[in-house]
């Protein structure tokens, strides 16, 4: 009777792509190379994980053959792509307009790729306060335990006192929460984030109005926020709060920021406008900017807006807004930041 023999090495049946990819995984691992395998959709992250636990071993030549296969295949790419739509959306991230993001992500029923708690705590304090309010006790101690402290005070100090106390508590409670139930509140509220319908204007209404305003004579811009008080009250306040004029200069621009004001404005024209702030709340402006420019500037400015004497109102308006726009410019760039006028002191 004639003996079986042992299948040698060319009788072995071929190694699948997928086994290659884990000898391929496993030997960067080996070298201690970073293999980002989270960017891998989590099937086949799973997949990938059940196979290198089902193998045992290979010998040096099937590892030397997969290695040189897959040495090739690299080396004959010429430029790969995203692979889908939710991969596409985030490489274009910055390329395309907002507006039709939204639109493709909503077709494709894609979400925002990325931790949903980084674009949770990116949201202002008055959008979190309109989202806790919208969740049970439970989810919102959990938002209050992820966002920022600082913006968590400020939610919590904006809440009704009982609903603010109720989840204060609840955060107490909150030691036993699963790292996976936080994922799946903060995709849950990613996703009312996504269903939200988009908004023609980023700024609110009062914001619109008022920067509209900033740049309005004086008078006109005064009388349409007396009628407008007679309309809506409230409404009219938020618009006057928004409203940034030289006369505001005083309690919104820090001290510390005047010098950044005076490089960007020609003297000419700042002097103008100091010339031209006659009325009391102008003149407490003017005094403002001259107390924190530098002494010999302060000087030369004064000498000049006296030599000026008496301004036209048009000329005095067009240099004060100049001012203006000079400071919403610094602050539009980051490079200063106006005093909030409802904050506290």
Excluded: C
């Excluded at 202002?124 to 989202?131: P, S």
């Excluded at 740049?215 to 811009?221: I, L």
């Amino acid at each position: 009777m004639t003996a079986l023999a042992l299948p040698g090495p060319g009788t072995r049946p071929p190694l699948s792509r997928k086994a290659k990819a884990a000898i391929v995984v496993q030997f960067l691992l080996n070298e201690d190379s970073d293999v980002p395998l989270s960017n891998l959709p989590d099937a086949y992250q799973a997949e990938l994980t059940h196979l290198m636990g089902n193998m045992r071993y290979i010998d040096r030549e099937t590892l030397n053959a997969v290695l040189s296969e897959f040495s090739s295949e690299l080396e004959s790419v010429g430029l790969s792509f995203p692979g889908d739509m939710a991969r596409a959306l985030s490489a274009l991230d910055g390329h395309i307009s907002p507006r039709t993001a939204s639109r493709l992500r909503k077709e494709a029923g894609v979400r925002q790729t990325g931790d949903p708690w980084v674009r949770i705590n990116r949201l202002d304090a008055g959008r979190l306060e309109k989202l806790v309010l919208s969740e049970s006790t439970e989810v919102a101690a959990v938002m209050m335990s992820k966002i920022d402290v600082g913006k968590a005070a400020a939610v919590l100090a904006g809440l009704p006192g009982d609903r603010a106390r109720r989840i204060s508590y609840a955060v107490s409670m909150t030691t036993g929460v699963t790292p996976d139930a936080v994922d799946r509140i903060g995709l849950s509220l990613a996703a009312q984030l996504d269903a939200e319908p988009e908004k023609a204007f980023a700024a609110r209404p009062d914001e619109r109005l008022g920067a509209i305003l900033n740049y309005s004579k004086a008078t006109v811009r005064e009388e349409l926020l007396q009628n407008l008080e007679q309309e809506d009250a409230a409404f009219a306040e938020a618009v006057r709060r928004s409203i940034f004029t030289f006369a505001n200069i005083p309690d919104r621009l820090n001290a510390i920021d005047v010098p950044k004001i005076t490089r960007d404005v020609q003297p000419d024209t700042l002097a103008t406008a100091i010339a031209a702030a006659t009325a009391e709340e102008d003149r407490r402006a003017a005094d403002f900017l001259l107390s924190n420019m530098s002494g010999r500037m302060a000087e030369s400015i004064r000498e000049e807006a006296g030599v000026k004497g008496t301004v036209k109102p048009k000329a005095g308006e067009k240099a004060m807004g100049a001012v203006v726009a000079a400071i919403r410019d610094l602050v539009g760039v980051g490079e200063i930041e106006l005093i909030d006028p409802d904050g506290e002191d």
